[in-house]
């Protein structure tokens, strides 16, 4: 049986990729897994049967036989563990791997949504107009030390790994602000992302739910 992905029956940012599920459906993608997708509504997934499967009643989720998980960074690196091609045989090299899906999600993502946040759910506060150079420069610190990290490498250890699904998949919220094209090694880093098959499978896969 495949597994069951939850996903937005339609999503707020209709169809640009920027819902979670996109980040699960390119982990599924990349290791040729398939899958099946249940859409829920907003209403729906405030109910008694969504939060059985999700504590905060949000999307997506990921049902495989007996198993229930919720949050990106679990569902990925399960489907990472049990699958080749998203995590080195190396132990080091796959540890290395697991830190940077984490520090996509713990470190870097943070600043990400506070500025999402400010831009656009709270864009029309009194007090936006002076945070959101606060919030700017917070991304800005991010994006110097990754992309110092990166330096000219392709991805940030080695092969492309679920730490670089997670990251670009994280990165990718900023493209509507401009600031990743600030950085051009990190902007590039999020094209060879979406160049992947995988992740454009992922891509078009939930822009047709989106579009219909
Ligand atoms: N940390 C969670 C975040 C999940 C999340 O924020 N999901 C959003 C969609 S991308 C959602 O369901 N939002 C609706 C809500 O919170 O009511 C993860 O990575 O899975």
Known sequence: MPPTITAFDRSPD????LARDTRVRWALEEVGRPYE???VSFQAMKEPAHLALHPFGQIPTYEEGDLALFETGSIVLHIAERHAGLLPDDANARAR??????????????????????RILESDKPWTKERLPLVMDRVRDRLKQLAACLGDA????????????????????????????????????????????AYKR????QRAVNTR
């Open 202 to 205: 992922a891509f078009e896969a």
């Open 97 to 118: 791997a697991i830190s940077w899906m984490f520090a996509a999600v713990n470190t870097v993502e943070p600043p990400i949504l506070e500025l999402v946040t400010a």
């Open 154 to 197: 392709d991805w940030l250890d080695g092969a492309f790994s679920a730490g670089d699904l997670m990251m670009v998949s994280v990165l990718l919220r900023l493209r509507a602000s401009g600031v990743l094209d600030e950085y051009p090694s990190l902007a590039a880093y999020v094209a060879r992302g979406e160049a992947r098959p």
């Open 14 to 17: 209709g169809g640009k990729g």
């Open 37 to 39: 997708v249940r859409l």
